[in-house]
């Protein structure tokens, strides 16, 4: 996953390679600075607004689904601003 600080892709930018899966030893931790967001090609990230990676709104808007090429501005999604909001994440890989 390719994470950056800044919109477009700017400011310090990390590649974090994550395990796989939905149980709690697979929850990547985030410092919730992310703009730009980036799944690596073949995957789906689940990202959360909280650091337990666990959709707690009953509406879903405590999270949103990524896969690549991701977002390159979370100012703007389909389900909102996460600009700055996201604390945890999950990935899977897409079946093909």
């Known amino acids: 996953v390719y994470i950056c ?10 590649h974090k390679l994550t395990p796989l899966g939905s ?4 929850c990547t931790r985030l410092d919730g600075t992310a703009s730009s967001i980036g ?6 990230c ?12 009953r509406d879903g808007s405590d999270f949103v689904e990524l ?7 979370l100012l703007v999604t389909d389900k ?3 600009n700055d909001k996201l604390y945890s ?3 899977f890989k897409l079946e093909l």
């Open 80 to 82: 909102g601003d996460y």
């Open 46 to 57: 689940l990202f959360y607004t909280n650091s337990d990676c666990r959709p707690f709104a």
């Open 67 to 73: 896969t690549y090429p991701g977002n390159a501005n």
């Open 5 to 14: 600080e800044d919109h477009n892709w700017g400011g310090n930018c990390e």
């Open 23 to 26: 149980s709690d030893d697979d």
């Open 39 to 44: 799944p690596d090609v073949g995957f789906k």
């Open 89 to 91: 994440y999950l990935c």
